[in-house]
C-alpha cells in the first residue's frame, strides 16, 4: 500500500506540471509531422526488386538441385532481383560483410546456407523467404521424384510458386511517417529520465527528504513507488502519441502491439532508472538536467532517431551505434513490425532493463541523509 500511495503521488505530481507534460506529449507530435513531410520522398513506398542484389555459388555437385536453381534464378530475374556468380566462398562472405550485396547463397552438398545482410534488413529477408519456398518446393519435387517420378507431370510452374511471396504488403514498405513516429516516441521517453531526476531533486528542494528517511517507510519502497510512479507518467504519455501517430497520421505499428509496447515499457523503466540515479549522484536538479540535456541528441544521433545510420555507410558509426541503448529498441521494433522478426527483442530488452537495474540498486545505496 506504501508503494502505491507514493506511486500515486508521483503521478499526480507529474501531471500536475501541465506545461512540461503538454510539451513532452506535443514536441513529437509536431517533430513527426515535420520530419515525416520533409524527408518523405527519402522512404520508399513502392518497393523496388532491381534494389535486391543477391550474389550466389553453386558447390552442390548436383545436377537437380542446380537446375532448379537456374529456374529459380530466372524467375528472380524476372521481377527485376539481380543475381551474381563467385567462385570463392570467402569472397561471397566478404561481400555481404561489406555491405555490398542483399543476400548471399551457397549451395553445397549439405544444402543451402543463406548469409543475410543485416544492413538491408527487408532486402535480405525477402531473400530468405523465397530460398526458404524454393528449398521446400525442390523437397516435394524430390520426393514425387523417388515414389513415382511419372507424378512430376502433373506438376506445373511449382518453381515460379515462390515469387508468391513477394507481393508485399504496402504496410510493409517503411514511409517517413512510420520510421518517425518509433524514433521521436522512444526519443521523447529518453526524456523521462527528467522526471526520474527531479522525483528526487524536489524532495531536497522542499526539504523533505531528511523526513522521508525518519518515517517508518522503507527505502526500497520509497524508490519502487517513485520509479512507478514517474514510469506510469511517461507511459500515459507514450500511449497518447502512439494513439496520435497511429489513427491520425496512419503510421503502421505492426500486429504485435503487445510486444512493441513491452519494448517501450523497458526503455521507460531505463530512463527513469537513470534520472533517478542520476538525481542522487548530482545534487543539484538543473545540472542534472542539463547533463541529460546534453547526452539525449548524442544517444538518439547513433539511435537512429533522425536519420538512419546505416545511410551513411560508415562503419565506425554503426559500430558506435550498438553502444546506444536506443538503437537496440528501435532495431527490435522496426523488426517486430516490419518483419514479424523477434531476434533482437531480447538483446533489447537486456540492454536496456540491465542497466535500470543497476542505477536502481546505485540509488538504493546513495540514498542517505547526505543526499539531502
Given amino acids: 500500500m506504501r508503494i502505491l500511495s507514493i506511486m500515486t503521488k508521483e503521478f499526480k ?142 506438376i506445373t510452374n511449382i518453381e515460379r510458386d515462390f515469387t508468391k511471396i513477394v507481393s508485399l504488403d504496402r504496410k510493409k514498405a517503411l514511409t517517413s511517417f512510420d520510421y518517425y513516429s518509433v524514433t521521436m516516441l522512444t526519443l521523447i521517453i529518453l526524456y523521462g529520465s527528467i522526471g526520474g531526476v527531479f522525483a528526487i531533486d524536489d524532495e531536497r528542494t522542499r526539504k523533505t527528504g531528511m523526513r522521508i528517511l525518519a518515517s517508518p517507510t522503507k527505502k526500497h519502497e520509497i524508490l519502487t513507488g517513485k520509479l512507478l510512479g514517474t514510469a506510469f507518467s511517461v507511459f500515459i504519455q507514450s500511449v497518447i502519441i502512439f494513439a496520435f501517430s497511429k489513427y491520425i497520421y496512419g503510421a503502421y505499428w505492426g500486429h504485435d502491439i503487445i510486444t512493441v509496447f513491452l519494448l517501450l515499457i523497458c526503455e521507460i523503466l531505463f530512463s527513469v532508472s537513470i534520472g533517478i540515479g542520476l538525481g542522487f549522484i548530482i545534487k543539484n536538479g538543473r545540472a542534472a538536467q542539463g547533463l541529460v540535456n546534453a547526452i539525449i541528441p548524442f544517444i538518439a544521433f547513433l539511435g537512429g532517431s533522425y536519420f538512419p545510420i546505416s545511410s551513411m555507410n560508415s562503419k565506425l558509426l554503426i559500430k558506435l551505434s550498438n553502444a546506444s541503448p536506443i538503437t537496440w529498441i528501435n532495431t527490435a521494433i522496426f523488426n517486430v513490425i516490419l518483419n514479424n522478426d523477434y531476434k533482437y527483442v531480447l538483446t533489447a530488452v537486456l540492454v536496456n532493463l540491465i542497466p535500470a537495474l543497476f542505477f536502481i540498486i546505485l540509488s538504493a545505496y546513495l540514498f542517505k541523509k547526505e543526499a539531502f
Fill in 13 to 154: 505530481e507529474n501531471f500536475a506540471n501541465k506545461q512540461v507534460m503538454l510539451l513532452m506529449i506535443l514536441f513529437p507530435i509536431v517533430i513527426i509531422a515535420i520530419l515525416g513531410f520533409a524527408f518523405s520522398n527519402n522512404f520508399n513506398t513502392n518497393f523496388k526488386f532491381q534494389d535486391i542484389k543477391v550474389i550466389f555459388t553453386d558447390k552442390s555437385g548436383n545436377e537437380g538441385v542446380s537446375l532448379s536453381f537456374k529456374k529459380f534464378i530466372e524467375e528472380g530475374r524476372k521481377i527485376g532481383i539481380e543475381f551474381k556468380e563467385v567462385e570463392k566462398i570467402d569472397e561471397g562472405i566478404n561481400n555481404i560483410k561489406n555491405g555490398k550485396y542483399s543476400a548471399y547463397i551457397l549451395l553445397n552438398s549439405e544444402g543451402i546456407v543463406l548469409y543475410k545482410n543485416e544492413r538491408n534488413d527487408l532486402e535480405a529477408n525477402i531473400i530468405e523467404n523465397m530460398v526458404s519456398v524454393f528449398v521446400d518446393r525442390y523437397k516435394t519435387i524430390d520426393a514425387i521424384a523417388r515414389v513415382n517420378p511419372l507424378g512430376l507431370k502433373n
